[in-house]
């Protein structure tokens, strides 16, 4: 057996939870590209060094659109995966629109569970107040006759959100800006953010890949625009992200939250 088949087979039978995640989205690469498995056997492994030094001193959090900003920064190390213990969000799983993200944060998720929540019977899913545009692709094991089942689950993830607002260390807050709504909704939303954090240290990104021109109304965020090679909107689907060009924009995005965070975090 060639030692990196051993060593893979090694890794399998490791505890570690970020051992198992990163064996498994290289796995993944290997089989769909594998000319870039090395070099992406290395960047995580790279960020998975950064994450266990410094984990304690930062969290990545979620501010939608989508679930981009979860996805990558666990993907790729630099965020703690669930069965490490890391906490679900609000916004982390669920399609959110700036006119969503603005009402929630502004009135501290007082009207989130409301009665206006909507089941999507032709694709499977509940929705929020038709007026925020929100909605959960990633609870469609709630049916239509299970609505207090996901109030209690969205619930536990507002109780996360005020508990992760009293974190000391440094909270970077991630938005994927790639849903129709107005620009000055997100600032508004970050504004109410920085407030709920009060003086305790923030980072807000705004990530867009679908936009032509940068924003001059954001003074409560930091905007970045990283155009997708494929022009895609929809980077989750299989045929866009296990591409050459896909895999590098996600580590090209990776690459820049960590480098944003060793600037916030003096390393």
Known sequence: MKFGKLFLTICKHLPAPHW?????????????????AGEVWNFMNDNRKFMKKYSGN???????????????????????CRAAGE?????????????????FLEND???????????????????????????YS???????????ELHKRVQR?????????????L????????????IKDIDRACAALRKMRKDLPTKIVVIANDQSEEPSELENAEYFLLKHPLNAHDWFEPEVRFTV????????????IRQLLQKELGV
């Open 87 to 103: 906490k679900s969000m609000p916004f982390d799983l669920a399609r959110t629109p700036p006119q969503g993200l603005v009402r």
């Open 138 to 148: 990633h609870d469609r094991d709630c049916g239509p006759d299970q609505l207090a």
């Open 245 to 256: 060009e896909g895999i590098h924009y996600e580590m090209q995005v990776v690459k820049l």
């Open 109 to 135: 998720f007082a009207d989130y569970i409301n009665d206006k929540w909507q089941y999507d019977h032709e694709n499977g899913r509940w929705l929020n107040d038709p007026a925020t545009g929100v909605w």
């Open 58 to 80: 930062y969290k990545i959090v979620s501010l939608g659109a989508d679930c981009m900003p979860r996805t990558y920064p666990t993907v790729y190390m630099l965020k703690p």
């Open 20 to 36: 198992q995640m990163q064996l498994q989205q290289y796995n993944k690469i290997s089989n769909k590209v594998p000319e870039l």
């Open 171 to 182: 909270v970077f807050f991630l938005l994927h800006k790639r849903l129709e709504g107005d």
């Open 157 to 169: 993830r507002i109780n996360n959100f005020h508990e992760m607002l009293k974190f000391p260390g």
